[in-house]
């Protein structure tokens, strides 16, 4: 690319990457539009660093939640649509130990992709937290504002774990970690406020919290245990019931136990099976998955052994959502 092409692409998206209706949602709704629709013109290698640019200049801006909400809700679709259409790192092939494949000083950095998804999640938890401190008592329309918040956190999250599993990326540092405090805060509020929000069947819109990250933790146990289990389709369509099936014991009565599936709630790892005895000073969970869960897995490292190195392409889609 020549220094005019360099000057003008750079322009183009520290333009993209201003948008001037931040400041005034949800008013400016022309101004908005135009703005979304100067992205989807722009193409996936401008939008991307400039959605990258305003998700940080909005976690960095002085709103309040509910603007900070119109914002996000304004986003998620451009967001999802440019992480669709950006290039994967097609050149780097997938093997049973890709975890190692991270320790390529090619694979160490986190992609425009990774990043997006990242500041999603980031803004939402954001959002999330303020929009609690703002109405400690929430009415009907305020409680659909905050479960939207809940239900595309952990939509958010998946969606940055996939994708380092399919492609063999690192994740952003302390990203499992934010998970487990997510999971605690929402926990916490909920058996002191009392809120009905996290309760299976409680409300038509509820997001079942208990579920969502039972889900995520049982793939990432996946993603460690098999290759071609996080690429599975009968994994990926087993997750929700097996997640039900799944109990997160409290470690009281447990220690000295081998084999165990444990959540260390303060670190930033998924779960993992301790090679040893828990120990009493063990903080976090014991999970217990359903054996189907662990037969499946247990099937396809059996197929990782048989097929060897799995390319991408091969790889299940992960869901986008259509439209802008």
Known sequence: MGSDSLQL?????????APRFIGALPEAGAESGEWIRS???AGVRQSGPALVLALDGLRRADCSPSRRFSVLRLLKRPVLKTCAG?????TMPLTPGSAASAADPVQRGVTVEQRLYWL????????LRQFDRCYLVQDEQQGRRRDWATHNLFRFFGRQIRYAALWGRPLPENAWRDLHDLYVYLLVRRMTQGTRHGHPGSGQDDTDI????????LFGLAAQRSAAGVRSESVMAGLEEWARETVLEDPQGMYGDVGLYVVEVAEDRPPRQLSGPLGADFRGWVLVPPAAFIV?????????DA?????????VDIRQESGW
């Open 39 to 41: 992205l989807r013109a």
């Open 307 to 315: 097929r060897g190195v799995i390319h991408p392409a091969r790889a």
């Open 296 to 304: 499946q897995l247990e099937r396809s490292a059996r197929d990782d």
């Open 210 to 217: 208990d579920n969502e990250y039972k889900q995520l933790l």
């Open 9 to 17: 692409a750079t322009a183009t998206i520290r333009d993209l990457a």
């Open 86 to 90: 950006l290039p994967k790192p097609w």
């Open 120 to 127: 999603m999640f980031q803004n939402l938890n954001q959002a």
